[in-house]
């Protein structure tokens, strides 16, 4: 071969190689294209799924609210009650849910009431906002009449007066639902659509009800839940499409086909990655075919682990958006689609029933005051490693939030089932734990209901399960109880006796009586202590035993307290130079920032603390441990007296005087009753007295009724007596009445002396 023949061999191979190599990079620069255009079409439908689930969950989460025979009284048919909604419908559903507009609707879609941000607002503000979507709600509305939303499976379409109504086969109406994307005030939304239903009284269901709409912004604490939920970063809204090929989007249409707002995120694209890693190969092909060969096979492979780490990634998602981030436990979304596909399944199986305990951890708030909320969030995951070690691997346990938990177990239809699955659970507080080098006990309460026997569907299960909880507490906490009817009227009386109490609160109903406390030796009036009272203009005077429970479940014990508090101090001018007691109540003595409000309250009434004492009980010291002392410590600073109430009825009474200075010890009326017919009481009660007189305590005996006794106490030493045979509780002006008559007495005494 010529050199010339070289060359043009040596010149066509080059060109040859150029040319493959040019078609190779347009090759690969179309793939890696085409690569980019799945990875955005693939977010891209993410995200359109994320929504449609959120749309989906976000009625049912409203459905359970409002599917609810009180609710349909107040809400759904007639007459709206307002004060009922904003507190068991804008409040609710704002606090938990973070709802940004709720509206109560008419079935033609007016407007009945309006809400923003969880308070109630004015018929022309809410009219404003809610004329920018009345034409989708009615549209909504129209739609929903179809039947083809519908959360449950229909059995039948009942004939309502102006509609006909999906219905399941056990007679029950079914919720049907709708949504759409929508845009007010320039900003884009979700819009929820649901009826106000009845839950047992079907029956009332004549015509369609009202119907109550949500509106949930797409704002920055939505978009970054998404992200999360998503792994997709900066998620955001954006006036138009990007140009930046860094960024993804997804116009949002509304179902008229209208953009109502434009979703972008940083898009994951494989194709930089995969660019970086090939660069060098493309370099070397230039030099060694051999090499070039090599790097495809390189590439090849490199786009297999991308595709996939991007699986792992759409499973890491689907894993984080069905379980608890904290405990890696079943959340509230997965339980609920495992207990009614159990559900679904229940009938088939004749011997079998599903049981649902709802798990509540005592005094969860008081472990996160104390020791922190990291300490509660470790306690949580050993609770969750606990139960999943000790329970059957055939439960499904989940985390609801905070430091509730679920546990379905399916087991054979009797009652035995149901005490073996409370058994199990109360087991898992047996032992203590330990928390950052601290060991602590902590118990649980624990509620259960089951099925067939309680409800065919998960929202009765959970809500009877609940209901059942509340009793556990009521009883005394660390216990579980099971489900009954009984128990479902109580707590229907209970939430009336708290709307009551509240109303009373607010609008003066309660008052105060003061029961005279008086010198052993002379009778006279040294004090009082003061008494909350509540007369209600239906039910007449209800015992603080049925009602402060309910404050206490409610969270208004510390609004109570400061109440009588303020009043106390408010009256205690009008008896310069008598000593008032006031009962302290747990919430108060470990509710932050007590101490500094108290000071606070002291000036601004300009009181004596010397004038005032605070009675703690044995209990609360019991259960709040060194924290409740060291508050005793700072009202002994501030100048306020202690006294220790119900003396001799705790576990270690000497330890408590010893480790701290009363200024007085109540002996419970426990020993004064017995103290005329049982020597060992009078026995008792002149050993505490004596016990008092060397720690130098005055001592108070209560529930003194008789001549007898008075005597008896006076001749054991007590200083102080109070009970019915000097003075009944009585109101604030029969208690002046009584100081005035005193004082008269004390100056006929002085005058008499003087002219002696």
């Known amino acids: 071969m010529t050199e010339v023949g070289e060359g043009k061999l040596a010149v066509t191979l080059l060109l040859s190689l150029l040319a493959f190599s040019v078609l190779l990079a347009l090759g690969f620069r179309s793939s890696t294209a085409f690569v980019d255009k799945l990875d955005r079409t693939h977010e891209q439908q993410l995200v359109v799924n994320f929504l449609d689930r959120q749309a989906e969950a976000g009625a049912g989460q409203i459905k359970v609210q409002v599917t609810w025979d009180e609710a349909f009284d107040k809400i759904g048919s007639g007459q709206l009650d307002p004060a009922w909604a904003d507190t068991y419908i804008g409040d609710f559903l704002w606090s938990n849910f973070g709802y940004d507009r709720l509206y109560v609707v008419s079935p033609r879609g007016d407007m009945l009431r309006a809400w923003r941000d969880g308070r109630a607002e004015p018929a022309a ?52 639902w709708g949504h759409a994307l929508i845009q007010i005030n320039g900003q ?13 009284r079907f029956d009332r269901l004549r015509a369609s009800p009202n119907h109550l709409v949500a509106v949930q912004f797409f704002d920055p604490a939505f978009l970054g839940g998404m992200g999360r939920q998503l792994l997709l970063k900066d998620m955001q809204q954006a006036r138009a499409a990007p140009v930046n090929d860094e960024l993804n989007s997804l116009p949002l249409i509304s179902q008229d086909g209208v953009q109502v707002g434009q979703l972008t995120w940083h898009a994951e694209l494989r194709s930089a990655m995969v660019r970086g890693k090939t660069r060098p190969f493309f370099a070397a092909y230039l030099l060694f075919l051999v090499a070039i060969m090599l790097g495809g096979l390189s590439v090849i492979k490199m786009l297999r682990n991308a595709m996939a780490r991007l699986r792992q990634r759409e499973a890491q998602a689907t894993h984080a958006a069905r379980h608890d981030e904290m405990t890696g436990l079943p959340n509230r979304m997965h ?15 004749q011997d079998r029933g599903l049981a649902v305990a709802f798990l509540d951890l005592d005094h969860f708030k008081y472990i996160n005051d104390t020791l922190g909320h990291p300490a509660g ?70 509620g259960i209901s089951w099925a067939p026997d309680q409800g065919l569907t998960g929202e009765d299960l959970l809500r009877n399960a609940d209901i059942a909880l509340f009793r556990a507490k009521q009883r005394g906490r660390a216990r579980w109880r099971a489900f009954d009817r009984e128990m479902e009227g109580t707590v229907r009386r209970r939430l009336l006796l708290e709307l009551e109490l509240r109303k009373a609160l607010q609008g003066n109903g309660l008052s105060l009586a003061y029961q005279p ?33 309910v404050a206490e479940q409610a969270g208004m014990m510390p609004l109570l307290g400061w109440w009588v508090v303020g009043r106390v101090f408010e009256q205690c001018r009008e008896w310069p130079g008598v000593n008032i007691s006031i009962n302290l109540s747990p919430l108060q003595l470990t509710a932050r920032g007590f101490l500094e409000d108290l000071a606070v309250l002291t000036q601004e009434f300009a009181v004596d603390p010397a004038r005032i004492t605070f009675e703690v009980t044995e209990g609360v010291l019991m259960e709040r441990g060194t924290g409740a002392f060291a508050v005793l410590e700072g009202l002994k600073q501030l100048g306020f007296a202690v006294a220790l109430d119900d003396f001799g009825t705790g576990y270690s009474s000497l330890s408590y005087l010893r480790g701290f200075d009363f200024d007085r010890i109540k002996i419970d009326r426990s020993f004064v009753h017995d103290i005329e017919s049982d020597c060992n009481a009078h026995s008792i009660l002149k050993a505490i007295v004596a016990l008092g007189h060397s720690l130098n305590t005055r001592t108070v005996a209560e529930g003194v009724e008789t001549p007898l006794q008075r005597d008896l106490v006076r001749a054991a030493g007590c200083e102080l007596i109070q009970g019915y045979l000097f003075h009944r509780p009585m109101p604030a002006e029969d208690f002046s009445l009584l100081l005035k008559g005193r004082r008269q007495s004390d100056t006929v005494l002085r005058h008499r002396s003087a002219a002696a």
């Open 125 to 176: 503000a809410g009219g404003a906002d809610f004329a920018q979507l009345g034409a989708q709600v009615q549209r909504q509305l129209a739609a929903m009449g179809s039947n083809r939303a519908v959360f449950g499976q229909t059995a039948k379409l009942r004939q309502l007066q102006d509609t006909a109504w999906p219905f399941s086969a056990q007679g029950k109406p079914l919720t049907r």
């Open 335 to 349: 339980f609920i689609e495992r207990l009614e596909a159990q559900l679904s399944v229940l009938s088939v199986k």
């Open 517 to 549: 406390i008086v010198d052993a030796e002379t009778g006279a009036v040294a004090g009082a202590e003061a008494l909350l009272r509540w007369n209600h203009q239906e039910l007449g005077a209800l015992s603080p035993a049925l009602f402060v429970p």
């Open 377 to 446: 969030d470790a306690l949580v995951r050993q609770v969750a490693a606990r139960a999943r070690k000790c329970l059957p691997a055939s439960d499904l346990i989940a985390r609801l939030g905070g430091d509730e938990f679920v546990v379905m177990r399916t087991a054979p239809r009797d009652h035995g089932g149901i005490r073996q699955l409370g058994a199990d659970l109360m087991a898992l507080f047996a032992a203590p734990f330990n928390i950052d080098g601290r060991v602590i006990d902590v118990t649980a309460s624990c």
């Open 188 to 200: 884009p939304a979700m819009l929820s659509v649901v009826p106000v239903l009845p839950d047992a």
